[in-house]
Protein backbone atom coordinates (compact mmCIF):
# COMPACT_ATOMS: atom_id res chain seq x y z
CA UNK A 1 0.00 0.00 0.00
CA UNK A 2 1.12 3.32 -1.16
CA UNK A 3 -1.39 5.30 0.96
CA UNK A 4 -2.18 4.72 4.21
CA UNK A 5 -5.86 5.39 3.94
CA UNK A 6 -6.23 3.75 0.65
CA UNK A 7 -7.77 0.77 0.07
CA UNK A 8 -5.58 -2.61 -1.08
CA UNK A 9 -5.98 -3.34 -4.89
CA UNK A 10 -4.90 -5.91 -6.93
CA UNK A 11 -2.08 -5.39 -9.66
CA UNK A 12 -5.55 -5.05 -11.88
CA UNK A 13 -6.96 -2.33 -10.21
CA UNK A 14 -9.80 -4.12 -7.94
CA UNK A 15 -10.06 -5.12 -4.68
CA UNK A 16 -8.50 -7.03 -2.71
CA UNK A 17 -11.25 -10.28 -2.22
CA UNK A 18 -10.69 -11.93 1.27
CA UNK A 19 -10.60 -16.05 0.45
CA UNK A 20 -10.49 -17.91 3.80
CA UNK A 21 -7.32 -20.67 3.65
CA UNK A 22 -8.77 -24.33 3.43
CA UNK A 23 -6.83 -27.43 3.10
CA UNK A 24 -6.71 -29.20 -0.20
CA UNK A 25 -9.15 -31.74 1.07
CA UNK A 26 -12.16 -29.46 2.53
CA UNK A 27 -12.48 -27.51 -1.29
CA UNK A 28 -14.38 -29.71 -2.74
CA UNK A 29 -16.89 -28.36 0.19
CA UNK A 30 -18.53 -25.30 0.49
CA UNK A 31 -17.94 -23.54 3.54
CA UNK A 32 -21.70 -22.47 4.71
CA UNK A 33 -19.98 -21.65 8.49
CA UNK A 34 -18.17 -18.91 6.55
CA UNK A 35 -20.93 -17.60 3.88
CA UNK A 36 -24.15 -17.20 6.25
CA UNK A 37 -27.38 -16.49 3.90
CA UNK A 38 -27.14 -13.18 2.89
CA UNK A 39 -30.24 -11.00 1.99
CA UNK A 40 -31.77 -11.40 -1.07
CA UNK A 41 -32.47 -8.19 -3.59
CA UNK A 42 -36.27 -9.14 -3.93
CA UNK A 43 -38.38 -7.31 -1.02
CA UNK A 44 -40.10 -9.07 1.10
CA UNK A 45 -42.96 -6.16 1.91
CA UNK A 46 -44.43 -3.61 0.32
CA UNK A 47 -44.02 -0.16 1.11
CA UNK A 48 -47.37 -0.05 2.17
CA UNK A 49 -46.98 -2.95 4.36
CA UNK A 50 -44.09 -0.79 6.29
CA UNK A 51 -45.80 2.14 6.67
CA UNK A 52 -49.07 0.31 8.10
CA UNK A 53 -46.29 -0.61 10.96
CA UNK A 54 -46.11 -4.07 9.66
CA UNK A 55 -42.44 -6.01 10.66
CA UNK A 56 -41.96 -8.96 8.08
CA UNK A 57 -38.41 -10.71 8.30
CA UNK A 58 -35.59 -10.33 5.10
CA UNK A 59 -35.83 -12.68 2.96
CA UNK A 60 -32.13 -14.40 2.75
CA UNK A 61 -30.68 -16.34 0.15
CA UNK A 62 -28.28 -18.86 -0.09
CA UNK A 63 -24.81 -18.13 -1.54
CA UNK A 64 -23.82 -21.65 -1.88
CA UNK A 65 -23.79 -22.58 -5.63
CA UNK A 66 -25.39 -25.37 -7.00
CA UNK A 67 -24.00 -28.94 -6.84
CA UNK A 68 -21.31 -28.29 -4.14
CA UNK A 69 -21.99 -29.82 -0.73
CA UNK A 70 -22.08 -27.90 2.71
CA UNK A 71 -18.90 -28.46 5.03
CA UNK A 72 -21.33 -28.91 8.07
CA UNK A 73 -22.76 -31.90 6.02
CA UNK A 74 -19.25 -33.11 5.15
CA UNK A 75 -18.74 -36.84 6.06
CA UNK A 76 -17.11 -36.85 9.65
CA UNK A 77 -13.37 -38.49 9.62
CA UNK A 78 -11.35 -40.44 11.94
CA UNK A 79 -9.57 -38.37 14.70
CA UNK A 80 -5.73 -38.16 13.63
CA UNK A 81 -3.46 -38.87 16.54
CA UNK A 82 0.15 -37.82 16.85
CA UNK A 83 3.43 -39.49 16.86
CA UNK A 84 3.92 -38.16 20.48
CA UNK A 85 0.72 -40.01 21.24
CA UNK A 86 2.02 -42.98 19.76
CA UNK A 87 5.53 -42.49 21.18
CA UNK A 88 3.48 -42.12 24.61
CA UNK A 89 1.34 -45.46 24.31
CA UNK A 90 3.85 -47.39 23.14
CA UNK A 91 6.27 -46.34 26.19
CA UNK A 92 3.09 -47.45 28.54
CA UNK A 93 2.37 -50.40 26.77
CA UNK A 94 6.70 -51.26 27.38
CA UNK A 95 6.45 -50.35 31.10
CA UNK A 96 3.12 -52.65 31.62
CA UNK A 97 4.79 -55.23 29.65
CA UNK A 98 8.12 -55.25 31.84
CA UNK A 99 6.37 -54.62 35.11
CA UNK A 100 5.01 -58.39 34.38
CA UNK A 101 7.95 -59.83 33.17
CA UNK A 102 9.36 -58.46 36.75
CA UNK A 103 6.15 -59.44 38.73
CA UNK A 104 6.26 -63.05 37.00
CA UNK A 105 10.28 -63.32 37.84
CA UNK A 106 9.39 -62.07 41.81
CA UNK A 107 6.66 -64.70 41.77
CA UNK A 108 8.60 -67.75 40.60
CA UNK A 109 11.89 -66.56 42.75
CA UNK A 110 9.37 -66.46 45.72
CA UNK A 111 8.33 -70.27 44.73
CA UNK A 112 11.80 -71.71 44.79
CA UNK A 113 12.61 -69.80 47.76
CA UNK A 114 9.35 -71.58 49.58
CA UNK A 115 9.82 -74.95 47.98
CA UNK A 116 13.75 -74.81 49.55
CA UNK A 117 12.48 -74.27 52.94
CA UNK A 118 10.09 -76.87 53.05
CA UNK A 119 12.06 -79.55 51.12
CA UNK A 120 14.92 -81.25 52.46
CA UNK A 121 17.74 -80.82 50.41
CA UNK A 122 18.51 -84.35 50.57
CA UNK A 123 21.71 -86.60 49.24
CA UNK A 124 21.72 -85.00 46.39
CA UNK A 125 21.86 -88.29 44.30
CA UNK A 126 24.27 -90.59 46.43
CA UNK A 127 23.20 -94.17 47.60
CA UNK A 128 20.10 -93.82 50.22
CA UNK A 129 21.36 -93.99 53.52
CA UNK A 130 25.08 -93.37 52.58
CA UNK A 131 27.08 -89.83 52.97
CA UNK A 132 28.02 -88.63 49.84
CA UNK A 133 31.08 -87.30 51.24
CA UNK A 134 32.13 -90.67 52.39
CA UNK A 135 31.53 -91.81 49.06
CA UNK A 136 34.10 -89.27 47.33
CA UNK A 137 36.77 -89.10 49.93
CA UNK A 138 40.01 -91.44 49.50
CA UNK A 139 40.50 -92.42 52.93
CA UNK A 140 39.35 -95.42 52.48
CA UNK A 141 41.91 -98.35 53.78
CA UNK A 142 42.81 -101.69 52.05
CA UNK A 143 41.50 -103.57 54.59
CA UNK A 144 37.96 -102.53 53.62
CA UNK A 145 38.24 -103.81 49.98
CA UNK A 146 37.16 -107.50 50.19
CA UNK A 147 38.75 -109.31 47.33
Known sequence: RDDAGAPPHDYDGRPDLVHPAAADHLKQFFMDDVYVPARSRAMSQEAAGWLSGANVAPILEELKPEGVAPLSER?????????????????????????????????????????????????????KGVDAATLQSDDVSDSEWSD
Open 75 to 127: PVEAPKVSKAQVTRQQIAETAKEDKKNVDNFNRLQQMAVQRSKYQGLGSKGAV
